[in-house]
């Protein structure tokens, strides 16, 4: 059985940064890129960056483009999402997703299997 559980969200000011992991089980994590969401309270679920398998293709979305930084640690089955200059906009719960692939891509309905979500808030 395949679980993603994601860790790290909190209430942060404006201008803070925070580090959301998220640990994987049931799949070899080495194999398959891996992405972030989130959804703010009456929002559609959007997507924030992705890793390839091999780390080295990455994507994001333009809102957070130059603020947040996606990574992976393959030894210890985990991706971790680095969030610099929070913005009260970045309020929303994160999701970890796994992809069916080893390639990056923003398209959720391309990720097999989604974590539980961590909550960020942001104040100003």
């Known amino acids: 059985q395949v679980q993603l559980v994601e860790s790290g969200g909190g209430l942060v000011q404006a201008g803070g940064s925070l580090r959301l992991s998220c640990a994987v089980s049931?799949?070899?994590?080495?194999?398959?890129?891996m992405g972030w969401f989130r959804q703010a309270p009456g929002e559609e679920r959007e997507f924030v960056a992705s890793?390839?398998?091999?780390?080295?293709?990455?994507y994001y979305a333009d809102s957070v483009k130059g603020r947040f930084t996606i990574s992976r640690d393959n030894a210890k089955n985990t991706v971790y999402l680095q969030m610099n200059g929070l913005k009260r906009e970045d309020t929303a719960v994160y999701y970890c997703?796994?992809?069916?692939?080893?390639?990056?891509?923003?398209?959720?309905?391309?990720?097999?299997?989604w974590g539980q979500g961590t909550q960020v808030t942001v104040s100003s």
């Open positions: 049931g799949r070899p994590f080495s194999l398959y890129a």
């Open positions: 997703a796994i992809h069916r692939d080893g390639l990056a891509s923003v398209r959720a309905d391309e990720y097999d299997y």
């Open positions: 890793l390839s398998w091999r780390g080295d293709s990455t």
